[in-house]
């Protein structure tokens, strides 16, 4: 197989370095450190002429429509996150090296690119299930917060540091203060080490391109609705099984695998034509960074280690960041609904971020649908 440069490859297919990295992600585009500068990374010939080809090609407005909906094409232009080469970047940072040392509120302040300050806010009702008050929270905050169309950036970045805020309040029953991560350190009964791996997690899954919930997000944001309604389109779409509630499925399984063994749940699942939750990533055909990086901050159970090793020896698959932070809340016998908080406060940045971004465009979202149903009657009666 050949292999071309960056540059190259771009000049072939008349696109910008991002959409080059963009077809990487996607699995279009094959690509591999280049042997003689590993800083830098080749890209296969055959790859991008066929890229050439199918670009060269007619096709309807339809079909590019239709390709993008579902890990396709990109859909709008974005300054806050991409995904190349298997890394993870908000605004052109490591996403691996910033949650070295930041805190959530430093990488917030990176990602919307203003300072981290929020106003004062109410104390919370403790009472109900946790995930219930995060909804609440977000839903009385959505049902009076003014509008975002046409205020000012800077007031807006107080906005949004103030929903976050709010959710957190809601995740721990009390207005506190000091480091977010801390805070729910607390809430859940960790210790230091505990806490910070919270703080890692969170920056870890601070925003992820325009993953469903981002993209509802920025969907409520192009209407001109207040940045807390923003945010609660976006929990309401994380909720679903597939995306936020995804860790409650990978508990299942490691319940599944403790029953049977790992060999055995894995292989079960395989049999039955089951994807193996946890597993695979289309945008880390090589593997998660993510999940890499938590799962190796803590020591996990026996369960969690030999259902990797099974997996990977029974389907070739390596864990994504759903099974890390499965991994996490079975190491400190949390629940599901925290391991959807967790996951919740920190998406919520990048719900604000790109809601933040879609305002500013000062255009609205709204596709077309293509009709497949019955057209009406529309002969003439004499």
């Not at 959710?167 to 607390?186: C, F, M, N, Q, Y």
């Amino acid at each position: 197989m050949a292999w071309i440069s960056s540059g190259e490859a771009v000049r072939m297919l008349g696109v910008q370095p991002q959409t080059l990295y963009a077809y990487v992600s996607r699995g279009r585009l094959e690509a591999r450190p280049d042997p003689d500068d590993p800083r830098r990374s080749l890209y296969s010939a055959e790859d991008v002429e066929r890229l050439v080809t199918r670009k060269s090609g007619p096709k309807r407005a339809a079909e590019i429509a239709r390709a993008s909906i579902a890990w396709g094409e990109p859909v709008l232009s974005s300054a806050l996150t991409v995904i190349a080469d298997g890394r993870l970047c908000y605004r052109g940072v490591d996403a691996i090296t910033l949650s070295d040392t930041a805190t959530l509120e430093e990488a917030a302040a990176l990602f919307w690119a203003a300072p981290y300050a929020p106003r004062a806010t109410i104390a919370p009702a403790a009472d109900g299930p946790l995930k219930a008050r995060l909804f609440l929270a977000l839903a009385a905050r959505a049902g009076t917060d003014p509008h975002a169309r046409g205020r000012a950036p800077g007031v807006l970045a107080v906005d949004a540091a103030t929903v976050l805020e709010t959710l957190v309040d809601a995740a721990t029953g009390e207005t506190g203060s000091g480091p977010i991560h801390e805070r729910l350190g607390k809430a859940w009964g960790l210790d230091s080490d505990g806490a910070d791996l919270i703080r890692r997690a969170l920056v870890l899954l601070m925003d992820h391109e325009l993953n469903a919930s981002t993209f509802s997000a920025r969907v409520a944001a192009s209407t001109g609705a207040s940045l807390a309604a923003c945010a609660l389109a976006g929990l309401s779409t994380l909720s679903g099984p597939l995306h936020g509630g995804a860790a409650a499925g990978v508990l299942a399984f490691l319940d599944e695998a403790r029953s049977r063994g790992a060999e055995g749940a894995v292989r079960a699942r395989l049999d039955e034509g089951r994807a193996l939750p946890g597993f695979g990533h289309p945008l880390y055909p090589r593997g998660d960074p993510r999940a890499k990086e938590l799962l190796s901050r803590f020591q996990p159970t026996g369960t969690i280690s030999a259902v990797e090793a099974a997996a990977a020896q029974e389907a070739g698959q390596v864990a994504n960041v759903d099974y890390a932070i499965a991994a996490m809340m079975q190491r400190f016998a949390l629940s599901a609904d925290v391991a959807f908080t967790l996951f919740a406060i920190g998406r919520c940045i990048g719900w604000l971020g790109h809601a933040m971004e879609q305002i500013e465009t000062g255009t609205l979202i709204r596709p077309r649908a293509r009709y497949g149903g019955p057209m009406p009657d529309t002969a003439r009666t004499a």
